[in-house]
């Protein structure tokens, strides 16, 4: 089993700045598919970034392209997502997941592990 602990949520003004950590309990395997996704009241989980262990590829939705960046450190088991030029609209519980296998990856049902989520609020 993996598990996961997300850190580093918090309350900024549009066009601040957070960084998100996840603690991965181990790497059971050598390539995993890990990613970040939210979700706002009352909206689905949505995949925001997901990169691939293994490899290092990345996936954006479209809305964040250009203001978060999705990184790991595998020596830490750690996973991050820096956001910048928050807006809003990305007001969600930010949750950390992971899964062996990356075919979709920023679909929600490809996700065997998830955490708690870290609460991230955008005020205007």
């Known amino acids: 089993q993996v598990q996961l602990v997300e850190s580093g949520g918090g309350s900024v003004q549009a066009g601040g700045s957070l960084r998100l950590s996840c603690v991965a309990s181990?790497?059971?395997?050598?390539?995993?598919?890990m990613g970040w996704f939210r979700q706002a009241p009352g909206k689905e989980r949505e995949g925001v970034a997901v990169?691939?262990?293994?490899?290092?590829?990345?996936y954006y939705r479209d809305s964040v392209k250009g203001r978060f960046t999705i990184s790991q450190d595998n020596a830490k088991n750690t996973l991050y997502l820096q956001m910048n030029s928050l807006k809003p609209e990305d007001t969600a519980m930010y949750f950390c997941?992971?899964?062996?296998?990356?075919?979709?990856?920023?679909?929600?049902?490809?996700?065997?592990?998830w955490g708690q989520g870290t609460q991230v609020t955008v005020s205007s």
């Open positions: 181990e790497y059971t395997y050598s390539s995993y598919c």
């Open positions: 997941a992971a899964a062996p296998s990356c075919y979709y990856p920023l679909y929600v049902g490809t996700y065997n592990y």
């Open positions: 990169i691939r262990t293994g490899g290092g590829r990345t």
